[in-house]
């Protein structure tokens, strides 16, 4: 193969994976919009669904980012695999938290992580 080639390759695999960051920033987008909602409306009468509905939304998400670390498809430095590998085992743990035990202070944490976590996202890619 030759080297021009290879880069070709190189070139397409990393706007295939920016495409997939990109994607999975703006469901965390998503994700933190909804879960501000079901926060600001914590004492409405159907809490239960839409914090059900959000939490599991936000699983999906944070899956999604797990499957595409472990298949190496997001073009961030290792370090920053890791540490979003380990910022999903965080937020996996505030999902069934409030699950367990809804609370509106845990719920809270949730979103700034998501929020903060998109928001880094999307400056790395800016930066990048």
């Known amino acids: ?43 409405d009468g159907d809490r239960d669904r839409q914090l059900a509905a959000a939490l599991t939304a936000s699983r999906t998400v944070w899956h999604a980012i797990q499957a595409a670390l472990a298949e190496a498809t997001l073009p961030l430095p290792l370090e920053v695999r890791q540490n979003l590998l380990i910022l999903s085992v965080y937020a996996e743990s505030k999902i069934g938290a409030c699950e ?19 928001g880094s996202l999307k400056e790395w890619r800016e930066a990048a």
């Not at 070709?8 to 495409?19: L, S, T």
């Not at 367990?100 to 998109?118: H, K, Y």
Request: no cysteine; proline share 3%.
């Open 1 to 43: 193969m030759s080297p021009e080639l290879k880069l070709q390759q190189g070139r397409r695999r990393n706007e295939h994976g920016n495409e997939v960051m990109m994607a999975e920033v703006a469901q965390l987008d998503e994700i933190a919009a909804q879960l501000m909602r079901v926060q600001r409306h914590w004492h």
């Open 100 to 118: 367990a035990a809804p609370d509106a202070d845990t719920l809270g944490s949730l979103i700034a992580l998501t929020r903060t976590l998109a």
